[in-house]
């Protein structure tokens, strides 16, 4: 039977001879050089993405993309260069830039490699396996058709099916050596209506570490297609939104944007280490109301930010990161843990063998609370009831964030009335998340298409929240 | 540190990898002619470079890049397909057509397909200036970004660092076409920017600085771009709220080239086409006060995004999009073009150079007294722009003026109104251009927004 071990070597080792001997001659030759740790990451990715636009599939590509990142690590210190080709004098090559990090000194041992084998969250098998090219092209028009079925104001759809299929293999001079098999696979259909005169743009979609009977499997393609018809009619319909501090109730799934952006990126080892972070030196305290808990879990199967291992080759794991309020614990990868004298938590991640890895997020989310989602609403006299969103960003320093709404509602006397048009939230994170009053019972993780940005690099990522209360939070609308 | 490979050492290795591309280029137009397709196009490039991060005086990252990439497009008849690979190996290019020409029995035919019209490739090459390569060993590197944190550090408000940053990397790009064309463009890129905290009570701010350039002696020096941080960053302490109401903005510099990037984004055919544009069916129409012309420069020596050619090898050519306040010109790609029954504007990829021309350019301070009262926007967030709708909703950080004078930092606020509205209502631009982008202007003064805060 394959493993993620056995395809990894047949891919990386076989077209260039190379040996697991190989690999430790050039950790130990970097170790030689007073270099505290160091490893290579071998990553070979496959995309493959197809595109309808105008009713037919106009376009489609393949793209391979292969090499070897080499890290080496003196204290604080990072030398990291990268070869994209997988033979041993570019290896060498690379090791040997990576190393020049490295102060005159001490010599340190390579430790012998121990036999990984993590649970495995998610299949092995390229997304794609098994399925034509027709099959592909037929889902793509399908989806197409019950846009333009939904409603005559479409005017234009474009409908997105993308795969990738990752391979990598990590070897590291503190005895890791793992591989991972990681198949992602997202679909996205894009629409544009038109009534007397307005347009409005709306898309949905969903994915994750699945085959491509995901889309198949309850018709969710066919859905995609209705809910973004949805939003864009909604959308034709929305008045202005207001603008001010009012109480506002975010939707359960998607809108846990919420916390990735007000609590996960400030809660991410390097920034805590370096003390750049409004909630560095806080563990312990309450940063929260008590009705939060927070945790970021790269073990759930099959959902787009999990990972069997992270990119250091640590697997993953459910941190939590803020319990009944209080803070508990920060994303870490190897670097930081180390500096910090704490354990990774399997948060080491990068966009590629080309990128260093940092601390980033999995799926983090807000476990479920007591309260009925009506009863949330209800409690409002006069707010905001927002259930889908578009990008979020945050400075970690000052901790102010922002989220913007794409579909929201004005909420009048405890019941929802009209939509309003798409509007930015700001607020504090540590602020905000006192400011918390209910949380509802109905847990719900995103569809599947979270892709998350940091220094540069993006990494798909997933959110997930219950229904919940913000008593106050500043609305960017345009009715002051 | 006991090795220091300079970087760029060898001036040769440019152009040996310039025609090495221009051979793959050949190799595969012919491969994929050979395989039957009608029409084909190839784009490959390469860049290499060095950067380095210190924090708290000592190096933090050292990283040496290296990469390369290489993309085809076959059309058989008017079914097209793509495939890119970042492997140059024979066996690689050949699976990458082959992949290529597969996909293209299974995509439909498309009547506005093809590669861009023949009599408007590029046939000349004008002298642009655009590779400075920069002599710098990983030691020189590290000690100037040094310079530049020691310089913010030294701010009697700076309390903490997240780091200085030196970069410099040179590379090569080549496109070519089955029309018999083969274009090449050499080019560098070197930039300094620097990080820094200020901490007064509980309240904890940050703010950066960088410069960049195409030949690195046009760079600030460094304990400049350093000084600038800690100079805005200090300036942010002491943040007041703001309440919510209607007021004056001013975008400053670095952030208005923003502003005219949703302008550039509406103009452009992919939006037009789709009828996904709030400026869609407003050629030759007004859409900014008739002081104000924003023009694209595409052969300026040394220009951030120079360029003879586009992505599609036709012809670059200086144009205004928007003159005398009148949209003049859309940026138009062949496919676009071809839906819109109009030409190609060598705008496939995007612009090059772009510079907002106003006929009174006003100095900031002016800019600020003018105002009267209002908010100097520094810093936005998040992405709350509708381009269908031009609806503008972001949040913001910034100052406060009174009597033209900043009165207190502001944060924690967003900004919103309509794209439409707010270029009507643009009442002044300042001499204070922003030099370092593709897109330069100075700031921008909008007449109305709606600001919420408390």
Known sequence: MSTPLSIAKKQFFEPANLTDQDLVRILDSMLSRSIDAADLYFQHSYHESWVLEDGIVKDASYSVDSGVGIRAMSGEKTGFAYSDELIMPALTQAASAAQTIARVGGKNVCKAWKKANPPMR?????????????????????????????STMITHVTAT????????LIAGTDGTFVADVRPLLRFNVSVIAEKNGKRERASAGGGGRVGFDFFIDEDRASDYAKEAVRQALINLDAQPAPAGPMPVVLGSGWPG??????VGHGLEGDFNRKGTSAFSNRLGQMVASPLCTVVDDGTLPDRRGSLTVDDEGCPTQKTVLIENGRLTGYLLD??????????????????????LPMPRMTNTFMLA????????????????????FGGGQVDITSGKFVFSASEAYLIRDGKIDCPVKGATLIGSGPDVMQKISMVGNDLKLDPGVGVCGKDGQSVPVGVGQPTLKIDEITVGGTQV | MNQSPKLFEDKNVIHAKEAELKDLVSYVLEKAKSLGATEAEIGASWYQGLSVNVRMGDVETLEFNRDQGFAVTVFFNQSKGSASTNDFSKTALDDAVKAACNIAKFTSPDPYAGLADANLIANNFPELDLYHPWPISTEDAIELAQCSENAAREHEKITNSDGASLSSHQGCRVYGNSHQFIGSQIGTRHSMSCMVLAKQGDEMQRDYWYDSARDYSDLLPPQEIGAICAKRTASRLGVKPLNTQHAPVLFSAPIASGLINHLISAISGSNLYKNASFLNKHLHKQILPEEISIVENPHLRKGHGSANFDSEGVATYKKYFIHNGVLDSYLLGSYSARKLAMKSTGNAGGVHNVLVEATNLISFDNLCKHMHKGFIVTELMGHGINIVTGDYSRGAAGFWVENGEVQYPVQGVTIAGNLAEMFKQITAVGSDVDYRGNIQTGSILIDSMAIAGN
């Open chain 1, 257 to 262: 944007i919420l916390l990735h952006e007000a």
């Open chain 1, 369 to 388: 609370g007591q309260s009925n989602p009506e009863e949330i609403i209800a409690s409002v006299k006069k707010g905001i009831y927002a259930v889908n």
């Open chain 1, 161 to 168: 099916l993308a795969s990738v299929y990752d391979i990598v």
């Open chain 1, 334 to 355: 190897k670097l930081n843990a180390k500096l910090m004298g704490m354990p990774s938590t399997g948060n080491g991640r990068r966009e590629s063998y080309a990128h």
């Open chain 1, 122 to 150: 998610y299949m092995i098998k390229n997304p794609f396996d098994f399925i034509d090219e027709k099959s592909k092209v037929a889902l793509l028009q399908k989806v197409d058709q019950v846009a333009r079925n939904e």
